[in-house]
Nanobody
Framework: QVQLVESGGGLVQPGGSLRLSCAAS????????MGWYRQGPGKQREFVAI???????NYADSVKGRFTISRDNAKNTVYLQMNSLKPEDTAVYYC?????????WGQGTQVTVSS
């Protein structure tokens, strides 16, 4: 069973930055992709960004140009660098990994953007 542990969330002012980390219990090299999703208050969970095994990345339009997803295979970790944060980015951010066995989710980390 794959375990994913997110960290790095917190309270930040509008315009600020945070870096989220998602550490996997084993090698991430075998995953088809890993990604970040978020669920804001009263909203459905939505896609934020994914990165494939060959480090190709895709982003939701709402975060394009502000967020950057990256991976470190040696550390079995995927990151989400979030810059120019807005109040509407407030959400619980979840990490997801997909391989031949299916999809795996982390427990989430809270990001709150507020002055």
């Amino acid at each position: 069973q794959v375990q994913l542990v997110e960290s790095g969330g917190g309270l930040v002012q509008p315009g600020g930055s945070l870096r989220l980390s998602c550490a996997a219990s084993g090698s991430i090299s075998s995953f088809y992709f890993m990604g970040w999703y978020r669920q804001g208050p009263g909203k459905q969970r939505e896609f934020v960004a994914i990165i494939t095994s060959d480090s190709s990345a895709n982003y939701a339009d709402s975060v394009k140009g502000r967020f950057t997803i990256s991976r470190d295979n040696a550390k079995n970790t995927v990151y989400l660098q979030m810059n120019s944060l807005k109040p509407e980015d407030t959400a619980v951010y979840y990490c997801k990994a997909v391989d031949a066995r299916g999809g795996f989710w982390g427990q989430g980390t809270q990001v709150t953007v507020s002055s």
